[in-house]
C-alpha cells in the first residue's frame, strides 16, 4: 500500500476577507469551477437548460438545492470502481429542498408558480427536483466538467421505489397502501447530510421530511391512537399545512400520499396514507456504481431529521460506529453500533448493498448524555431499558417502535437538548468525533417556556445579538463540539469532550461570546456542514448562517484542529432576573492560530455552503453552493430579474441567463493553479 500522505498542519493559504458580492470568492492561487447546477441534463437527448422557467424532464436534470455529496472514484478507463480514482469519478449529490414561497417554488415556474390546488405540472417538476443526483465528473486537460452522457448518470427522487431494511421492514409501523407488507416505500425526501460507508456506496440523511405532508384538523380524533403523540413530537400536529400542496394536485397516489389524514376504514393504514410518515426520517444506502442494486432505508440508525452518517475509525475486529445528529432545536447526537465486527475485506466487496445489509442491519442505537465534569455517556435506546419500557408519554410496542420514535425513545432516557446538532465528521487519524451545533434561538439563561432549553456545559451560550436586521437571542452563533470515545473503542459507552470552536464575530465580548478568540481572518457563525479529508486531514467547516448575513455572505473555512481536552475551563456568568448569578463551566478548545483556523470561500448572496468531498489525491475539492437568491421576497418579482438576490451562476458565464439569469444551486471543483493538494 502506498503511504499514507502526510496531513497538513499549517494552512498555506492567504485568508479570503467576508463579502457580500454575488461571486464565489476562494484564496488567491486557487480557481472555483461551476461544474453542475439546476437543470443540467443528464442524459443526450435532455435538451439544454432554459433556466426561465419553462423546463421540464426533471427525472434527467440536476435537481435543486445541492447539499450533502459524497465522491466515488473510477478506473481511468471508467468502467470500475477505483479507490485511487482523482481524475474521473462519481458525485452522489443529495437534493435537499427548493427555493419556495407560499407553496410555490418560483424559480422553477416561468410565473412563478399558482397556489393551491397545485397544477399537476408544477407539482411533477418540484417533486423531482428532490431526491438524489447520481452524476459522473471527470478532469480532462486540467478541467473539470460533468459527463452528460454516461452511463452512471441518474436521478432517485421521491417517488422512486426504495426498500425498507433493518429491525422495521415489516413492523405494523410502515404498513401503507403502498407496501401493506410495510417493506417498501417511494422515494427518499428533503435529504440534507451525506455518509460514505467503508464498503464505498452513499448514505444519505433525510431531514425536513415531517413539512412535506399535510394532516388535517380533527385527525387527532378521527385516529384515535397513540400516533397522535408520535406525529406531534416529529411535528405534524393536526392542522398542519404542507409545504407545497402536492397533496391539492390530483387524486392519483403520488399526489394524494402527502395527506396523511386518516380517511380510510382499516386500522393498520394499508388503506390510506396515515404511516407515510413513518417511511421517512432514515439514513437511506445508495451503491452510486449500481443503478440495478436495491435502494435501502437503514431503520436501526433510528428515525429523526438525519444530517450526516460519519463513520467512526475501522478497527479490525471491533464493531462499526457510525455517528449521526438530529438537526432539531433541543434534538440529539447518536450513535449506532453495529452487531458486526470490521472484516477489512469488506471494504472490497462486490456486493455493496449486501455488505450493508451485514452491518446497518444489526446492531444498537444511542443517545447522548453530557456531563458537565467533561465527560460523558451514550444510552443506548433498548426496549429493554425500563425509563422506555415504562415511559409515560408513549407505550412502545416492541424495538421496532422504539427505532421509529427515537426521538421519545431519548426523551425517555433523559439525553441532552443541543444546540441543533448538524453535520457530524471523524478526524481521520485521531478518531475524534466532531459535531457542528449550528445555534439554538430557544437556548436561554432561565427558559420561560417548555420549548426552551436551560444553559449547560455542553451548551453554555445564551446571549442577544442585535445588529443587523433582527434581533437575535440564545445561541446565535453556534459552536462545534467534540469527543473521544474511553479507550479509543468503537463500543465505548463513555467519552470525554469539549468544544473546538465558538461560533462569533471578531471582536465580540471575548468572556461570553468569543471564547475562541476567532479573528477577523477566522470568524463565522452558524457552523453547519463539517468534513474531514483523509488525505490533508483538513477539517472543512461550511456555514448557514441567519445572524451574520448583514456582514458577510456564508463561507468555508479551513481547520487543523488539535485533540479534546487541549484547552481550559472556561466560566461564564449570567445574570438572573433575581439579580443572582448563575455560573456556567464549559471546556474550550485550545484557541486556534492564524495558521490552524481560516476562511477559504465566500458564496453568493443569499447561499448556503454545504456538500464536501474530494478526490483521493486531495487535488480537487468539490463543494455546492445551495440556495443562491433563495429570499426573492414576494412570487411577483418574479417578473422582474433585477429583483432576483443573485443571479449566480449566469452571471459567472454558467448556463443559460448571464448577467439577469434566474439563480441556480450548483456544484463547485476547486483546485489549486500550482497542482498541489487543497489547503496546502
Ligand atoms: Fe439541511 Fe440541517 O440542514
Ligand atoms: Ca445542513
Ligand atoms: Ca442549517
Ligand atoms: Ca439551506
Known amino acids: ?65 445541492h447539499d450533502g455529496m459524497e465522491y466515488f472514484g ?36 416561468a410565473n412563478g408558480g399558482t397556489v393551491n390546488p397545485r397544477p399537476t405540472a408544477e407539482a411533477d417538476k418540484e417533486i423531482a427536483v428532490h431526491g438524489i443526483s447520481v452524476v459522473e465528473v471527470r478532469k480532462t486537460n486540467g478541467q473539470w466538467a460533468y459527463v452528460q452522457t454516461s452511463a452512471f448518470n441518474r436521478r432517485v427522487t421521491p417517488l422512486t421505489p426504495v426498500q425498507i431494511a433493518g429491525p422495521v421492514r415489516g413492523n405494523a409501523l410502515v404498513r401503507t397502501l403502498y407496501s401493506t407488507a410495510g417493506t417498501a416505500a417511494r422515494g427518499t425526501l ?101 443503478k440495478t442494486a436495491a435502494i435501502k432505508k437503514r431503520t436501526a440508525l433510528g428515525r429523526f431529521a438525519h444530517e450526516s452518517a460519519s463513520f467512526g475509525l475501522q478497527r479490525a475486529g471491533q464493531p462499526l460506529a457510525v455517528y449521526m445528529g438530529d438537526d432539531s432545536r433541543g434534538e440529539y447526537i447518536y450513535k449506532f453500533v453495529s452487531t458486526a465486527n470490521w472484516d477489512a475485506a469488506d471494504a472490497n466487496s462486490a456486493n455493496r448493498i449486501a455488505t450493508g445489509d451485514k452491518y446497518l442491519d444489526s446492531g444498537k442505537l444511542y443517545v447522548a448524555r453530557f456531563n458537565a465534569d467533561g465527560t460523558g455517556t451514550w444510552i443506548e435506546l433498548d426496549i429493554a431499558n425500563t425509563a422506555i419500557a415504562n415511559y409515560a408519554t408513549y407505550d412502545f410496542a416492541d424495538q421496532a417502535d422504539v427505532l421509529v420514535n427515537a426521538r421519545l425513545a431519548a426523551d425517555a432516557v433523559g439525553a441532552t437538548k443541543m444546540d441543533r446538532p448538524e453535520w457530524c465528521a471523524v478526524h481521520p487519524t485521531t478518531g475524534e468525533i466532531y459535531y457542528t451545533l449550528t445555534n ?56 470525554s469532550w469539549d468544544v473546538y470552536l465558538f461560533g462569533a464575530e471578531a471582536g465580540s465580548n471575548a468572556t461570553q461570546i468569543n471564547l475562541s478568540s476567532l479573528t477577523a481572518d477566522q470568524d463565522f457563525s452558524s457552523p453547519d456542514g463539517l468534513w474531514f479529508s483523509k488525505n490533508t486531514g483538513i477539517c472543512w467547516i461550511q456555514t448557514d448562517d441567519g445572524a451574520y448575513t448583514d456582514v458577510t455572505n456564508c463561507m468555508m473555512l479551513a481547520g487543523v484542529p488539535g485533540r479534546v481536552g487541549d484547552g481550559t475551563v472556561a466560566t461564564l456568568n449570567y445574570t438572573r432576573a433575581d439579580s443572582t448569578t448563575l455560573s456556567i463551566q464549559t471546556r474550550v478548545g485550545r484557541a486556534p492560530t492564524a495558521t490552524t483556523l481560516k476562511r477559504f470561500l465566500v458564496g453568493p448572496v443569499d447561499c448556503e455552503l454545504t456538500g464536501c468531498a474530494e478526490t483521493p489525491d486531495g487535488k480537487t475539492l468539490f463543494v455546492n453552493i445551495q440556495h443562491p437568491g433563495e429570499n426573492l421576497g414576494a412570487v411577483a418579482n418574479i417578473a422582474n430579474p433585477a429583483l432576483y438576490p443573485s443571479h449566480w451562476p449566469g452571471n459567472a458565464g454558467y448556463g443559460a441567463g448571464g448577467a439577469t439569469a434566474r439563480p441556480r444551486s450548483a456544484t463547485l471543483a476547486i483546485t489549486k493553479n500550482d497542482g498541489g493538494r487543497v489547503g496546502n
Not at 6 to 13: Q, V
Not at 279 to 287: K, M, P
Not at 449 to 463: I, K, L, T
Open 190 to 290: 428533503n435529504n440534507c447530510g451525506t455518509g460514505q460507508t467503508p464498503w464505498g456506496t452513499d448514505l444519505t440523511g433525510e431531514e425536513n421530511w415531517a413539512g412535506y405532508f399535510t394532516r388535517a384538523a380533527g385527525d387527532d380524533a378521527a385516529r384515535g391512537d397513540k400516533s397522535v403523540v408520535s406525529l406531534n413530537r416529529y411535528g405534524r400536529a393536526q392542522g398542519s399545512a404542507s409545504r407545497h400542496g402536492w397533496e391539492t394536485a390530483g387524486a392519483a397516489d403520488q399526489y394524494a400520499r402527502w395527506n396523511i389524514s386518516k380517511t380510510g376504514a382499516s386500522t393498520d393504514g394499508t388503506d390510506d396514507y396515515r404511516n407515510e410518515l413513518n417511511t421517512f426520517g432514515y439514513i437511506v444506502e445508495i451503491d452510486a456504481y449500481d
Open 440 to 495: 439554538n434561538s430557544n437556548r436561554r439563561v432561565e427558559p420561560a417556556s417548555g420549548s426552551q432549553h436551560a444553559v449547560d456545559a455542553a451548551n453554555p451560550r445564551a446571549y442577544t445579538d442585535t445588529k443587523g436586521a433582527a434581533t437575535q437571542s440564545g445561541n446565535v452563533n453556534g459552536h462545534i463540539i467534540r469527543m473521544a470515545e474511553t479507550g479509543n473503542t468503537n463500543a465505548a459507552t463513555t467519552f
Open 74 to 109: 473510477l478506473s481511468a478507463d471508467g468502467t470500475r470502481r477505483d479507490v485511487n480514482g482523482s481524475e474521473r469519478g462519481l458525485l452522489a449529490i443529495n437534493h435537499e429542498a427548493t427555493s419556495n414561497l407560499d407553496v410555490r417554488s418560483y424559480y422553477l415556474h
Open 1 to 65: 500500500a502506498p503511504a499514507a500522505p502526510a496531513p497538513i498542519t499549517a494552512l498555506g493559504f492567504t485568508a479570503v476577507p467576508k463579502s457580500l458580492a454575488d461571486t464565489v470568492s476562494v484564496p488567491v492561487g486557487y480557481t472555483a469551477s461551476i461544474i453542475y447546477a439546476l437543470g443540467d441534463p443528464l442524459t443526450a437527448t435532455t435538451p439544454a437548460y432554459r433556466n426561465d422557467g419553462t423546463d421540464t424532464d426533471f427525472e434527467n436534470r440536476a435537481g435543486d438545492h
